[in-house]
Structures are given as structure tokens and as C-alpha cells.
DNA sequence: CTAGCTAAGGGTCATCTTGACCCAAAGTCG
DNA sequence: CGACTTTGGGTCAAGATGACCCTTAGCTAG
């Protein structure tokens, strides 16, 4: 959180925010705590905190996440997303804050009292609202995680493993907003180079016929990509 | 420049490093300015300096830019690139700084004294050395480049207006730093939604067949895009 | 004037990827 | 048993790609 002290208005301070997502149910889900401290007090906001000294942004970003989650970095995927800088962004004083993506499989309750699993749509459509320009840098960070999706093996991060094509394809649409083609997602994925590895095991689910499961690959990156269509870039909020 | 005083070592400043690429000839070229202080006295470092009070990162940016080169923010495009923030990074004390990549066509020489435009090729060899960590910075300036080139159609910025076909080409070999084969590179371009926009006219060149003369199109991305293959992404340095 | 050079610009063709389908397989539930 | 659901395999046409070929239109050397 925000530290609750003033601060004294010439100084500058750097701060780090998480956008913590996670799929939880068909619903992707934003960590958001509630403030108890005036500005904005009573309204959510993204958890964070200032930078101490000798420490670097990423290590800053993974204490944060340690404080509110109770989560060692390992099973969570933190990348820095962007700085945001307007003089204005916080009533206290110059904030500086740097902003840091996260994903992760369907995580505990977080730890940290007055936080909370957030459905991400509450907060794009208005009901749930958030401090300062949190608002902006979830959308941001929500169209970067999109982007990840096309080029890059993250989505397997959202799923504990083992999982199945089904699960992996879930996560796809939840992120995405819209439906897949079952079949090609499967052709896409299982072509894919060391993208899902084979346990031999099988799932059997409640409902429907057995799955396949699947580690995470050794790739990084998902070669040929999987593009969203433009048509349905433009129809998801 | 960085000041040139020395500083608490319990404060904290945030600076701002601009990456500025621009192909001169069939070389990529970075603006650089040769360091007349110490720490690093005589190497060369990239254009940037500390954010002002009342000041957004980007405002910052957009200044060193004017200072550096008397370019107004028209005709360069900017875009923050990311934070670097190892505690030990600047000698003189904690700094945090953003990094901007900017990509603009043939720049005139700059007017800041000690600054010039150097070769990409000569940093990424070892024959120029960058001062603190500016050498990764400016790898990683290059290859978010490569990427955009992929993407988006910023390669056009490196062009001044009109160009033609074989122009925008060599952009795109000169920061790739592979050849593309013309008659595949020139479908694929004119086919692009809104990425050129012919004039009509044509340029008589030294040699060789007129070609057509084209502005930049209203797209801001290029859809398909044009992927690197994975063996030339491997390929070049 | 002609041959040779260079780069533009148009075309072919095989291959690959994609999206829209269809359908069988294998489980559960009524 | 039959309805239902999800997996997993297949077809097929349309589009994109990479490797070519070849003509065109300027220049220059002889």
C-alpha cells in the first residue's frame, strides 16, 4: 500500500504497482486491495508500495506480491509493464510509479487483510472503481496480457499443472473475451513446439470424455503466433 | 547529460535515457554523446538527464530530445522503453531511470557539442564502449525496434517523406540486418491496409527504374504482420 | 546505337497456416 | 438405452508466404 504519511511536496518518490491477474472460474480476476487511508479512502486500488533503498524495482515488485499473496515468486510470472508519471497522479505528492504485470494459476486468498480477488470487468465497466490512475494502468496491463497470449507461452502460467488443452483454451477466452474453435485451438497448440509436454496421464472429468494431460514446455515464445482477428480485437472491451 | 554534482547517497532520483536510432546510409545509427565528466569521463553514453519537478517522463523525454538535437517531438517518434534500476548502476548514487525508444529518419547532425551519431554495430561489437548500463539499454532499445518493425508501422517514421518501396525496405534490412527479397517485401506492403499511400509521382534515381513515391498511411498497425523468421531472428547479432 | 547494368514492379507456383466445418470417441446423467 | 458434453481427429477452401522468373525503365560504357 501507499505509504500514510505526507510527504514533503519537492520530493520525488518511486512506488511500484501489481497487476496481479489470475482465472478464477470463467472470470478473470485483478488483486485489488481497499484503502484505509485518505486520499481515496474507502475505494480499491492496486497493491503497491515505495521502493526502498538498494533495492531494484523487480525485487521491490516481488516483495509486494510476498506481502499480499503470501507467494513466492516461482509460481507467479512478474514482468515490468511501464512507468507512469504524471505530476498530478497522486494528491500527496510526486509519485513516480513503475507497473508490473503478474499472472498466475488460480491463487489463494490472498493474505493481506482488505484484499481481494476482483472480477476485472467490474472494474472496466464501472462498478467497482479504483484510486488514482489505477483504472488505466489495469487496462494497460490487461491489453499487455492480451499481446502475451498471442506471442508468448504465458497462458500456461495461469494453469496449475497438470492441465488439459480444454483448461489451457479456457484461459485463452477468459483473457480474450471471446469463444475458440475448439479443434484448430488444439491443432495450434499441440503442433506448437515444446509449448505442451505430454505426462501420459489422463483426466477424468465430471462431465464429458477424458483429457489429456499436459506440462508446461520448455518454449517461451509461440511460434507462429495466435492472433486475434482484428474484427474480434475490436469487439471485447 | 547527467549532473554533474555529486549527491546524498540516501536520496532518490529518477533521470530519463533516450535511445534515438536513425539509418544513415546502410548503417544504423544511435545518437551518442561523449561523457566530459566523471564518472565514465571520455566514454560515450546516451542522451537524457533527471526529471523536473511538474514534469511527466514523457515531457522530460521530449525535452533532452529539443536539447539534443532541435528536433521538435513532430518528426521523432518516442516510446518509453522500460526502467532500470540495479542500485549500484550509477556510481554517484541511486538512480532509477526510464529509457525511451526514438526512431526518426535521416537526423541532422545534432547540435549538442560532444554529441554524434555512432554506428549500432560499433556498441554492439565492443569497438565504442558505453558508459554505466547503457549497452544493455541499447540492446534492448534495437530489439524492441525489430519487433515494432514487425507489428507496427513505424518503419515509415524512418523515412522522410515521400519514399519509395525500396527505401522502406532498407529500413527494415538495416535494422533487421538481413537482406528481404523486393518482389515478396513489395506485395506484402502495398497490400498492407493504409500503410502506404501512393502520390502519384516518381523519383528518377541515379540508377536503376523510377519508382513510385508513397506517404505514410493512417494505419498504425500492420495486419498480418511481418514476422521474422526464427532462423533469421537467430542469425543476427 | 547498342549492350550491359541496376532496381522496380508484376507474375507463377508449391507450401503452410488458418478458419469453418463435420464427425467419431468416451465419459456422465436421466 | 438415448441425450448430452467434451475430447480429439479429419476435411476443405481461402489466404499468406517464400522462392523464383521475367519484363520494364532508367542509366552508362563502348
Known amino acids: 500500500m501507499i505509504g500514510t504519511t505526507g510527504r514533503d511536496p519537492e520530493a520525488l518518490a518511486v512506488s511500484v504497482d501489481l497487476v496481479i491477474f489470475t482465472v478464477r472460474g470463467d472470470e478473470l480476476n485483478a488483486l485489488l486491495v481497499e484503502r484505509g487511508n485518505e486520499p481515496y479512502r474507502g475505494a480499491c486500488a492496486l497493491p503497491g508500495g515505495y521502493v526502498r533503498a538498494g533495492e531494484t524495482l523487480d525485487q521491490a515488485a516481488?516483495?509486494?506480491?510476498?506481502?499480499?499473496?503470501?507467494?513466492d515468486g516461482g509460481r507467479v510470472h512478474l514482468e515490468q509493464l511501464r512507468a507512469y508519471s504524471e505530476p498530478d497522479r497522486d494528491p500527496r505528492g510526486r509519485v513516480i510509479t513503475v507497473a508490473y504485470l503478474g499472472l498466475g494459476p488460480d491463487l489463494p486468498r490472498p493474505v493481506a487483510p482488505?484484499?481481494?480477488?476482483?472480477?476485472?470487468?467490474?472494474?472496466?465497466?464501472g462498478r467497482t472503481v479504483l484510486a488514482?490512475?489505477?483504472?488505466?494502468?489495469?487496462?494497460?496491463?490487461?491489453?499487455?496480457?492480451?499481446?502475451?497470449?498471442?506471442?508468448t507461452t504465458i497462458a500456461a502460467r495461469f494453469c496449475p499443472e497438470?492441465?488439459?488443452?480444454?483448461?489451457?483454451?479456457?484461459?485463452?477466452?477468459?483473457?480474450w473475451g471471446f469463444k475458440l474453435d475448439?479443434?484448430?485451438?488444439?491443432?495450434?497448440?499441440?503442433?506448437?513446439?515444446a509449448f505442451?509436454?505430454?505426462?501420459?496421464?489422463?483426466?477424468?472429468?465430471?462431465?464429458?470424455?477424458p483429457a489429456a494431460l499436459y506440462r508446461r514446455?520448455?518454449?517461451?515464445?509461440?511460434?507462429?503466433p495466435l492472433l486475434r482477428s482484428a474484427a474480434a480485437r475490436d469487439a471485447c472491451p
Open 62 to 71: 516481488l516483495r509486494e506480491l510476498r506481502e499480499e499473496t503470501s507467494l
Open 114 to 125: 482488505r484484499a481481494a480477488w476482483t472480477p476485472v470487468a467490474d472494474v472496466l465497466e
Open 132 to 151: 488514482f490512475d489505477h483504472a488505466g494502468i489495469l487496462r494497460d496491463a490487461l491489453e499487455r496480457a492480451r499481446t502475451q497470449l498471442e506471442h
Open 162 to 175: 497438470p492441465f488439459t488443452v480444454g483448461e489451457l483454451r479456457r484461459i485463452y477466452e477468459v483473457v
Open 182 to 193: 475448439p479443434s484448430n485451438f488444439r491443432r495450434k497448440m499441440t503442433r506448437a513446439e
Open 196 to 209: 505442451l509436454e505430454p505426462t501420459g496421464e489422463q483426466r477424468f472429468p465430471e462431465v464429458g470424455r
Open 217 to 224: 514446455g520448455s518454449a517461451r515464445y509461440l511460434v507462429p
